[in-house]
């Protein structure tokens, strides 16, 4: 078991690493070390990072060896220079920073070797460490991916158009009330916000079926849902003058019609895609106009996972068994949503399409602990956010990698974040 283990382990490193190699070799050194936006770092910061946090995690502190460079510690440190300052760092180059992450790989992949997976340890119990650098890593290639959307220039990411629309899917689905099990104590490579398993009751509900669309999104936009305070909360509105909102962020009218700005490529919107790059306030305000309201995280989480057959919740949304291509838009494989229907096989048990994949989805909740919580393996994963101005996102992206992408996975960004590929789903009392 220990071997399977370590191969799997090392083939996930490799996996990913791939994404990385490829989010950075698409472009050239002049726009790896650019700032392609204040909201983001260069991208030879990031991977530089994910090679230092590699490093810090497996090399130091799983295998006790000498630090590769300890100079650089505080250069990659997130919480010591905001993203809008990082351009100024003395930074590793791009030779410089390659060089630097395939070292500490091969350093890594040799504590990997001679690892055992200790149980009395927690840090190595069924591989946590790796796993968590693995998630780590992921979630940066997702960020530099959020990059590669902001930049400017003739595209270089290329992938397939998403599938096409399978089924049918609109209107409501009914939650009935009472109590499910919401979190986990039992995913081996689960983060401690996402910990511990406990009951929750909820009262009963309906979800829509499906995120909203461009097409719905464009009706708001029609009925002059950017330009009418009674939609938008006091801080929305607000907010909503300062920047200038008129639009989700990438779009364009040409006086003909909206256009989306994808990775360099200009395109009629898809109506059948759900809306993405909205923020927080956008979803709220579309909701009050629609006459409904964003979930909270205890519904969304119910409505995905929660199997009314067997009493039990489901590790996602189709069962218990990871992600594959036939049940949702995952890994960058497609550069954009996917129509709603396009993943049947993925619906949850209560039959509420892609809550997988596609667009992180806004949630009215604000990014707190689950009773019992206990920070792991360090306090800054989490604690430190709690109680901030964050509201929750769950169920990841079409960037988002299957490591990272479980029903209780729990991200959160501020309310006016719409860099991020985020959209919503609707919610109502019953």
């Known amino acids: 078991m220990t071997q399977d283990l370590r191969l799997a382990i090392a083939a996930e490193l490799e996996r990913t690493r791939a994404r990385t190699a490829a989010l950075t070799d698409a472009?050239?050194?002049?726009?790896?070390?650019?700032q392609h936006s204040?909201?983001?770092?260069?991208?030879?910061?990031?991977?530089?990072?994910?090679?230092?946090?590699?490093?810090?995690?497996?090399?130091?502190?799983?295998?006790?060896?000498?630090?590769?460079?300890?100079?650089?510690?505080?250069?990659?440190d997130a919480f010591k220079h905001a993203r809008k300052d990082r351009p100024a760092l003395p930074l590793l180059d791009p030779g410089q920073a390659r060089a630097y992450v395939a070292q500490v790989r091969d350093k890594a992949l040799d504590v990997l070797d001679r690892t055992t997976f200790d149980p009395s340890r927690p840090l190595l119990d069924n591989g946590f460490a790796f796993g968590m650098?693995?998630?780590?890593?992921?979630?940066?290639?997702e960020t530099m991916l959020a990059t590669h959307q902001l930049r400017i220039g003739d595209p270089v990411l290329t992938a397939p158009a998403p599938p096409p629309s399978r089924v049918r899917v609109a209107g409501e689905v009914f939650v009935a009330g009472g109590p499910f099990t919401m979190g986990t104590s039992t995913d081996a490579w689960a983060l401690d916000n996402e910990r511990p398993a406990h009951v929750v009751d909820v009262p009963a509900f309906f979800i829509d079926a499906a995120p909203v669309t461009n097409g719905q999104y464009q009706e708001f936009i029609a009925a002059g849902g950017y330009d009418d305070p009674r939609w938008w909360s006091e801080r929305g509105w607000a907010y909503r003058v300062k920047a200038g909102l008129v639009a989700p962020l990438h779009w364009v009218n040409d006086g003909v019609g909206w256009h989306n700005r994808?990775?360099?490529?200009v395109n009629p919107i898809n109506v059948d895609e759900p809306v993405v790059h909205v923020c927080y306030f956008e979803a709220e305000a579309y909701a009050a106009w629609a006459g409904k309201r964003l979930p909270t995280e205890a519904e969304w989480e119910k409505a995905a996972r929660f199997d009314t057959a067997t009493g039990r919740s489901r590790r996602f949304p189709w069962g218990d068994e990871s992600p594959e291509p036939r049940?949702?838009?995952l890994g960058q494989r497609h550069l954009s949503p996917a129509p709603v229907g396009a993943?049947?096989?993925?619906?949850?048990?209560?039959?509420?399409?892609?809550?997988?994949?596609?667009?992180?989805?806004?949630?009215?909740?604000?990014f707190d602990p689950y009773p019992g919580f206990a920070p792991f393996p360090?306090?800054?994963?989490?604690?430190?956010?709690?109680?901030?101005?964050?509201?929750?996102?769950?169920g990841g992206s079409f960037?988002?990698?299957?490591?990272?992408?479980?029903?209780?996975?729990?991200?959160?960004?501020?309310?006016?974040?719409r860099q991020i590929f985020s959209g919503f789903r609707l919610a109502r009392d019953a």
């Open 378 to 394: 360090y306090r800054e994963y989490s604690e430190v956010f709690f109680g901030g101005d964050y509201k929750m996102l769950r």
């Open 38 to 76: 204040p909201l983001m770092s260069p991208l030879v910061w990031d991977l530089a990072h994910v090679g230092n946090q590699e490093e810090l995690w497996l090399v130091r502190d799983v295998g006790g060896r000498d630090p590769v460079r300890q100079d650089i510690d505080e250069l990659y």
């Open 262 to 265: 994808q990775f360099g490529w």
């Open 343 to 366: 993943y049947p096989e993925g619906a949850s048990p209560l039959g509420v399409h892609q809550m997988i994949g596609d667009v992180w989805e806004w949630l009215s909740s604000d």
């Open 399 to 417: 960037g988002t990698d299957a490591a990272a992408a479980r029903s209780t996975f729990r991200n959160w960004d501020h309310p006016i974040r």
């Open 133 to 141: 650098i693995v998630q780590h890593e992921q979630q940066h290639d």
């Open 327 to 329: 049940h949702a838009n």
């Open 27 to 34: 472009v050239d050194e002049t726009d790896l070390i650019r």
